[in-house]
Nanobody
């Protein structure tokens, strides 16, 4: 069974930095894209950053120049480097992976979410 486990959230002051990590495990045939989404309470989940298996990246305008997504070349492991954090970055961050497995085919998997709080 494919699972995504994420970590790295926490409380940080404005201007600080965090690194989120997400690792996919299981009987994975291929990973098409992995990314990070944020959700504030009951609002819609929004894309923060994504990276394809080809290395193409996509960022929300609000985080360009501050956040960097990175995928390990040989592991199903993705990081989100978050710099110059702002209070408006406060949200639950969810890892997402579009993954093909032998038993499930192509499917979107989600991590459990990790809380990021930016406050003085």
């Amino acid at each position: 069974q494919v699972q995504l486990v994420e970590s790295g959230g926490g409380l940080v002051q404005p201007g600080g930095s965090l690194r989120l990590s997400c690792e996919a495990s299981g009987d994975i045939f291929s990973v098409n894209v992995m990314g990070w989404y944020c959700q504030v309470r009951d609002q819609q989940r929004e894309l923060v950053a994504s990276i394809t298996r080809n290395g193409n990246t996509n960022y929300a305008d609000s985080v360009k120049g501050r956040f960097t997504i990175y995928k390990h070349n040989y592991k199903n492991l993705v990081y989100l480097y978050m710099n110059n954090l702002k209070p408006e970055d406060t949200a639950v961050y969810y890892c997402n992976g579009n993954i093909y497995s032998d038993q499930e085919g192509e499917y979107d998997y989600w991590g459990q979410g990790t809380q990021v709080t930016v406050s003085s």
